[in-house]
């Protein structure tokens, strides 16, 4: 799981842009072998994170690319929706961004050190 904090991440799809602000970014990515723990694991993290930085915005994309381990994009858009269930069941407001969907999406981060992290769960 990479986490991005972003001030802004836009997204074009079908003609359609939209928009977020101060914003987690959360890249996760599912891989043979992992157990529910880890999707526990995950949900914790980000909501810690979330709680840090102090913004209730999260962005999550399935992202098989991290790892040379990971599951096909179906599978990963699976966990990513788990993730996202979740998360919203804590109070968050969660999107889902997907590279295999969208024309183009455009980040900018802020510019301090724990505008990005990685987690291994």
């Not at 074009?12 to 928009?19: A, D, L, T, V």
């Not at 529910?36 to 915005?57: C, F, G, I």
């Amino acid at each position: 799981m990479l986490l991005w904090h972003c001030n802004n991440v836009s997204e074009k799809q079908n003609w359609e842009m939209k928009s977020w602000n101060n914003v987690l970014f959360l890249w996760a990515c599912k891989e043979k072998g992992d157990v529910r723990t880890n999707l526990d694991k995950a949900v914790s993290e980000a909501k810690k994170a979330t709680d840090y930085l102090k913004t209730s915005n999260v962005i999550i994309s399935p992202f098989p690319y991290l790892s040379n381990k990971a599951l096909g994009m179906i599978e990963n858009e699976k966990n990513a929706e788990r993730i996202q269930r979740r998360l919203k069941s804590k109070g968050l407001n969660v999107n889902m961004v997907s590279f295999e969907k969208a024309d183009r999406i455009k980040f900018q981060l802020y510019g301090h050190r724990v505008s990005v992290g990685y987690r291994s769960v």
